[in-house]
């Protein structure tokens, strides 16, 4: 008679600037429970692109992050909190890759993580300096301005 006793497997969710997370689930295949959703916004259009994160208008207390898309509306966008230090943005049948994300620090942020294509969604994560409250909205395109998803991050 032989018995099997349950096995612990970690692994490590590599961040550009915060450091690894370790993760211990039993037996052979680890399964995360889903990040909490903050938000779901927009339309649902297919086909769309982000083109750009810049910094919104500087004010005291948090910090704005803008996301410029290219396409005919807004996609759905999901926005969780994977953990205290990481906001993801989930930009449904849409295209991440290829974003300039350096360089885009402040008082809550640490840094953006380079867009990761999964199919057809994309996501960027936003790795935080500290624990932030978090306020989104989107606005549509007028006159030079595309469509944005715009991301506030309060200081707590």
Do not use: C
Not at 89 to 98: D, E, I, L, P, Q
Request: glycine share 10%.
């Amino acid at each position: 008679m032989s018995s099997t006793s349950p096995t612990t497997v970690a692994s490590v969710h590599p961040s550009t600037s915060a450091s690894p997370r370790l993760s211990a689930s039993p037996g052979a295949s680890p399964t995360a429970p889903p990040a909490p959703v903050l938000f779901t916004l927009g339309n649902g259009v297919a086909g769309d692109s982000v083109f750009r994160i810049r910094p919104g208008t500087a004010v005291a207390g948090y910090t704005r992050l803008v996301f410029d898309m290219h396409g005919g509306g807004l996609p759905t966008m999901s926005i969780t909190r994977p953990d205290d230090l990481h906001v993801a943005v989930t930009f449904k049948n849409s295209t991440v890759s290829g974003i300039a994300v350096n360089g885009i620090k402040s008082y809550q942020i640490a840094g953006i993580e380079p867009g990761v294509q999964q199919a057809a969604d994309g996501t960027i994560t936003i790795d935080l300096a500290r624990p932030v409250r978090v306020t989104a909205f989107t606005l549509p395109a007028t006159g030079a301005y595309a469509w944005r998803l715009v991301v506030d991050l309060h200081t707590s």
